[in-house]
């Protein structure tokens, strides 16, 4: 991708600057008899992701009870576990992606303007951000211009508004603005019906989707940035 084009990027939180904490999940799991794994935690997360890209209507029993796969749990107790494990995914027991703080600090670096937009059920994404050290609005090193959370403005992705809410923010035009993020649905659909190119956070390689850019994490798509 030449960047010179290009003056922005918006970034999902969740599966670009976030993963699940292993520790907290590893808790809930070990009650079901399945041990903490955390390249297993990650693996959940986006298989997670993939599967809800591939719905046409939301089963959140299904999404629940393969969440609990995903994540060791024998079938007989995905039932019990899987409401544990939804209210902690929705929670904010989440730590940084492996190489997100030096990811965005290079493209603040680099003079990227940056902005987060974040589909949560708490409206604590900002706050989580700043306390793992990921970024935050005025940060001299990872600073971003406004973190846009789905609870807190009243808009969620793929919503067209609440990614033209960050370009505003931003001051810079859609063709000039790269989004990244883990969800075709959700990042990359919604970014592109706003005009802004799209890097789809893939760590498998399975989506065949010719469209977004494809990336395994955010600091192998700044890494690999002309």
Known sequence: METSRYRAVTLDAHGVLLLPDPAAFGDAVGRFGAERD??????AHYE????LDSMLDVDYERLNRSFAAALGI????????????????????WVPAPGARHAVAELASRGFQLAVISNTAHG????????TGICAVGDSHRPVTAV???KVVGLSKPEPEIFKMALDALGVPPEQTVHVGDSYRDDV????????TAVHIDPAGRCRRS???????????VANLP
Do not use: F, N, Q
């Open 38 to 43: 955390d390249e297993r935690c990650w693996r």
């Open 124 to 131: 604590e994404i900002e706050s989580v951000l700043a306390r």
């Open 74 to 93: 024998a079938t007989d107790l995905h039932k019990e576990a899987a409401p544990i494990l939804r209210d902690l995914y929705l929670s904010t027991r």
């Open 189 to 196: 659909a919604g970014a592109t019906a706003v005009g802004m």
């Open 211 to 221: 469209d977004p850019i494809h990336a395994a994490s955010l600091a192998d798509w």
């Open 48 to 51: 997670m992701t993939e599967l």
């Open 148 to 150: 846009l959370d789905s």
